[in-house]
């Protein structure tokens, strides 16, 4: 009976063993599961990229080995895409297909907006479209539940071939605008987007609101806070915004120096610009999670974190 007993109680151990081995391995497996479902993905702006010589603090010639820098980490951490907020050139639209040389040794696909200094020697609007594979001047795109919104904040601009187009008018009501309620910010750099274009980001943040959906915002200009940077129309953009709780942040380039501020509990973060400083790179990785997003800077760009509201 003592071995009958003893054997059993082996037995009960093994099996005791055998259960514990059997959870640990399905909670590995869950957890797994849980780290691949984090969306991951590279984030940079004003590589400002031209054949010329350095002026004051902008470095040209060197923005392409701080790209292939960029390109290299972003390829390591297995990033699953990588946006462009903008400016990837800063004189002459034939510098494009050097830039998109490099970018070609990503390992994953690029989404691009385009900047300001991206108009360059375009007439045809469309055309400079075509090059960087956008579908369309504005555009968003889905990654499981979120839902990335890419605006033109250069639709409506002084450089961006409006002249004798209704777009004309639209521009001279912003400056109008901006003049009364004494805003610094009408410059020709600056630009911002259409009555049709807000028509099309309210239509779609409602229709996101509804499906439960959570929303990324992405612009070449700044929309808040204001600036001698800031998107013509930005107070109006981040007006509408604020009206939907699926929005968890909003991305920029533009102002190389940076930028942070909360507009009505939205995160606004502008990207420091790869283009400044003879040493210093500038990109960063963004990290969505269940409960958190995380920015995290290399180089001179900024870090942050911010815990996820449930909608």
């Not at 691949?36 to 004051?56: E, H, M, R, V």
């Amino acid at each position: 009976m003592q071995l009958y007993s003893e054997k059993r109680s082996i037995m009960n151990k093994l099996i005791g063993l055998l259960t514990c081995l059997c959870f640990s391995t399905n909670l590995a497996v869950a957890q797994n599961k849980d780290a691949s479902s984090i969306i991951k993905f590279g984030l940079f702006a004003d590589t400002q990229y031209a054949d010329c010589p350095s002026q004051n603090t902008r470095y040209y010639r060197e923005a392409l080995q701080k790209l292939d820098t960029c390109i290299e980490y972003f390829n390591r951490q297995e990033v699953q895409f990588t946006i462009n907020l903008g400016d990837i050139t800063d004189r002459k639209n034939s510098d494009l297909e050097v830039i998109k040389q490099h970018l070609s040794q990503l390992n994953h696909k690029i989404y691009h907006l385009t900047g300001n200094h991206d108009y360059k020697d375009i007439t045809n609007n469309s055309v400079l479209y075509k090059q960087l594979d956008m579908p369309s001047e504005y555009y968003s795109f889905k990654k499981g539940d979120w839902v990335f919104i890419m605006l033109n904040t250069n639709e409506i601009a002084s450089y961006a071939n409006i002249a004798g187009t209704p777009k004309e008018n639209e521009w001279n009501r912003m400056q109008e605008q901006i003049k009364q309620i004494k805003g610094k910010y009408a410059y020709e750099w600056n630009g911002g987007i259409s009555e049709k274009q807000m028509q099309w980001l309210d239509r779609l943040l409602k229709k996101c609101e509804k499906k439960g959906l959570s929303v990324l915002i992405f612009s070449h200009h700044p929309l808040y806070p204001q600036s001698d940077f800031s998107a013509l129309n930005g107070n109006e953009i981040v007006d509408t915004l604020s009206k939907y709780s699926c929005v968890k942040a909003a991305f920029s380039g533009h102002h190389h120096a940076g930028a942070f501020g909360y507009y009505k509990n939205i995160p606004l973060i502008t990207l420091e610009g790869m283009v400044e400083t003879e040493n210093q790179n500038a990109y960063a990785i963004v990290e969505i999670s269940q409960d958190h997003l995380l920015v995290k800077g290399q180089g001179r760009a900024s870090s942050y974190s911010f815990k996820l509201s449930r909608q």
